[in-house]
């Protein structure tokens, strides 16, 4: 089983609609999560921290189920520029390493 | 402030020849990074380094594969002898400290492996 999955999608949705992507994580010592985004063919960057009391910022909210063990990136208001791979990440400390998940591909048409 | 530098960018050679990639992280950043990204799947960690120190190599197929980071500052990574299986994008990334104080680690543009 791997240690973060998600579902590859891809997500199509218009502008302007409302999506929703959720990760597991197998190692419930995971002590942080993060959201990127890779656009294709770049480099991974840093979208969004994920904290147990739910965060915000923007159009972007993540939120935490420590006891499911799953995160969630809701995206309000879809842009066509929001079109891009969106990688769940976890943090181990006892490990100290960042895993990435697969990625959810998200597509957003006129 | 620069960012992560990589080179090449791209690289296209045959099984069992050797390849290098180089990589110059941010400046001041103690934590370097190698991972590989195969095509439709997340980065899979390869080594981390704090400073000059290797502080996890567990995913490194190292009867093919070296890396190195001498004086703690820019490092390579070596496959030889390459495999069909090591196409991918390798990805450099740097971070302050330990990634997962604020889970921000900034990738380098990524150095893309064909093998045939």
């Known amino acids: 089983r791997k240690e973060v999955e998600q579902d590859p999608g891809p997500f199509n949705v218009p502008e302007g609609a409302t999506v929703a992507f959720n990760c597991t994580y197998s190692n419930s010592a995971s002590q942080s999560f993060f959201w990127y985004r890779q656009d294709c063919r770049k480099e991974p960057k840093l979208l969004m921290s994920v904290y147990s009391s739910g965060n915000e910022d923007g159009r972007f909210t993540a939120q935490l189920n420590r006891a499911s063990q799953y995160i969630s990136l809701l995206i309000r208001d879809s842009k066509l520029s929001d079109s891009a791979t969106y990688l769940c990440v976890a943090f181990s400390g006892g490990y100290n390493k960042l895993i990435f998940g697969a990625g959810t591909r998200l597509a957003v048409h006129p | 402030e620069a960012g992560v530098a990589q080179s090449p960018r791209y690289k296209i050679i045959e099984k069992r020849q050797s390849v290098a990639f180089w990589c110059n992280p941010i400046s001041g950043h103690a934590t370097l990074y190698w991972y590989q990204q195969i095509l439709g799947q997340g980065p899979k960690l390869l080594i981390q380094f704090q400073n000059n120190g290797v502080v996890d190599d567990s995913q490194l197929p190292k009867d093919r594969f070296s890396a190195e980071r001498l004086k703690g500052v820019d490092s390579t990574l070596k496959i030889q002898p390459a495999k069909l299986e090591d196409s991918a994008v390798y990805l450099c990334?740097?971070?302050?400290?330990?990634?997962?104080?604020?889970?921000?680690?900034?990738f380098g543009e990524g150095s893309r492996l064909t093998v045939l």
């Open positions: 990334a740097s971070s302050q400290r330990w990634g997962g104080d604020t889970g921000e680690l900034f």
